[in-house]
């Protein structure tokens, strides 16, 4: 089976040694955790549990692999606790793995998938400076720094307080993916991903794409496998949800216009004010999307800057996909290490250039961050996040022309749909990144062997 060589990446030298920041950024990024930390255990202590780790999603993981251990026929069509929008979303192989979690008591469990989120949190983004060539104290402290930021992001409390798994599958597809090349399981992990929820299938699409055909090939192996023993062990289940296509059905979730739901799809279905009028143009423009998003991470990852092609295909798959809740937004994560790495690569040539990709890294915080409801009497430090202050329909299902989010005007809209816009922007810029690889590519390919080949460079 014939393979592209992984890209060559020249990365900047002597970074951690550069001077003042090998000393001060571990400090800077141990005091942004620390009081990030510290605020976090100050919310959960100053309010009831459920107030912070409500576990809502949670439970519906739990009910529906209680329905899949004692009804599994009704798995698909079950509705949790009386909500009619509210029905599992996730294949019968993760209804499986969730039945598990029934023999813990609810209050530890919800306790232990916040602690491993924490720490996965932390994983990804230390992966992300590892990747991008950081190395001995200066990675410490950027991992510190851009952890303590995201913990207080929305996505992420959003995660933390639902119990959901998102943020464990992010940490779970990074890992995979950013293993050396040689690893005989590489691409394993994302293709469980991928039969637990589905989105991360765009990942071996990715794989396919950049000649990386071993580990697509073991990730589509890996999620074949998640399919097999779901038929195995659930039948009736699996035909429900891979042949009659319940997994097509956007709406199991909820109203696809909802607030909650930040993707193209769901900023199409708020301006088209219907479910209906929308499907057509965002499978038009997901299509659009698909391959322009596809072609940029492949030309990042071409081009030397695999782990910036990794986050374009990530983010490419939050836009495109019809259910992008607020939560799957985690990515913001790692993304925010791209920029802080651009920035300071940049900072070597030009420090205007270096100020704008920190300054996009600090508006990318502002327009994620767990803002205070202010509106809220007994908010405290609960974290809203800027798209809650937009109105919206509580527990809405199906359509209906009065819901609440069909009428948004003003900054209503900019705020409801402020984390899918701030996903397009920064779409816009990896697909600026990815042509400025490609066309340096190609000119490195013109250049005599004497030349100095393409480097990390680009980004910056």
């Known amino acids: 089976m014939h393979t592209e060589a992984e890209p060559a990446v020249t990365r900047p030298s002597g970074r951690q040694h550069e001077p003042g920041r090998g000393r001060l950024l571990p400090l800077a990024g141990a005091a942004v955790a620390a009081t990030a ?28 692999g209680h329905q899949a251990l004692h009804y599994p026929g009704r798995l698909y069509s079950w509705t949790y606790d009386g909500h009619p929008g509210i029905q599992f979303t996730y294949t019968p192989f993760a209804a499986l793995l969730f039945a598990a979690g029934l023999a813990v008591r609810f209050r530890w469990l ?43 992001t929305e996505p992420v409390q959003r995660a933390l307080f639902l119990g959901q798994v998102e943020i464990v599958l992010m940490a779970l597809v990074t890992w995979d993916l ?55 062990a659930l039948p009736s289940a699996s035909v429900s949800w891979w042949l009659d296509g319940d997994f097509f059905q956007a709406g199991r979730t909820g109203f696809v216009g909802g607030e909650q739901n930040q993707s193209l799809r769901g ?73 802080i790495d651009a920035g300071v690569r940049a900072s070597r040539a030009s420090r205007r250039r270096a100020a704008a ?28 996040g800027l798209i809650n202050y937009a109105p919206s329909t509580a527990w809405a299902y199906g359509d209906n ?44 390919r013109g250049r005599s062997a004497e030349q100095a080949p393409v480097t990390t460079s680009t980004l910056a």
Request: positive net charge; hydrophobic residues 60%.
């Open 110 to 152: 919800m306790v232990a998938v916040t602690v491993v989120s924490v720490a996965a949190l932390g994983a990804t983004v230390s992966i992300a400076f590892r990747e991008l060539g950081w190395r001995g104290r200066s990675r410490i402290g950027g991992t510190l720094l851009v952890a303590g930021l995201a913990l207080w």
């Open 178 to 232: 950013s293993q050396p090349a040689g690893r005989r399981w590489r691409g394993a992990a994302t293709g469980v991903a991928a039969g637990i929820k589905l989105v991360p299938l765009l990942f071996i699409v990715y794989l396919l794409l950049t000649r990386r055909l071993r580990a697509a090939a073991v990730a589509g192996a890996a999620f074949a496998v998640t399919v097999i023993i779901g038929f195995a």
């Open 401 to 444: 022309p009065a819901y609440r989010e069909y009428h948004w005007h003003g900054l209503q809209f900019i705020a409801g749909n402020l984390e899918v816009l701030a996903g397009l922007a920064a779409f816009a810029v990896l697909l600026a990144a990815g042509y400025r690889s490609g066309r340096g590519r190609k000119t490195a």
């Open 267 to 339: 900023l199409l279905t708020r301006l088209a004010g219907s479910v209906q009028g929308a499907e057509w143009p965002w499978l038009a423009l997901a299509v659009l999307a698909a391959v322009a998003g596809l072609a940029a991470a492949v030309a990042l990852h071409r081009a030397g800057h695999p782990f910036a092609g990794l986050l374009a295909c990530a983010l490419t798959a939050l836009l495109v996909s019809p259910i992008s809740w607020d939560h799957h937004w985690v990515w913001i994560a790692p993304g925010l290490a791209v920029l």
């Open 357 to 384: 990709w920190y300054a996009l890294a600090a508006a990318l915080v502002a327009v994620f961050a767990a803002w205070p409801e202010f509106w809220s009497a007994g908010a405290g430090l609960l974290g809203g």
């Open 37 to 64: 930390a510290a605020a976090y255990l100050a919310a959960i202590a100053a309010h009831p549990l459920t107030d912070m780790l409500k576990g809502f999603d949670l439970r519906v993981y739990l009910d529906g």
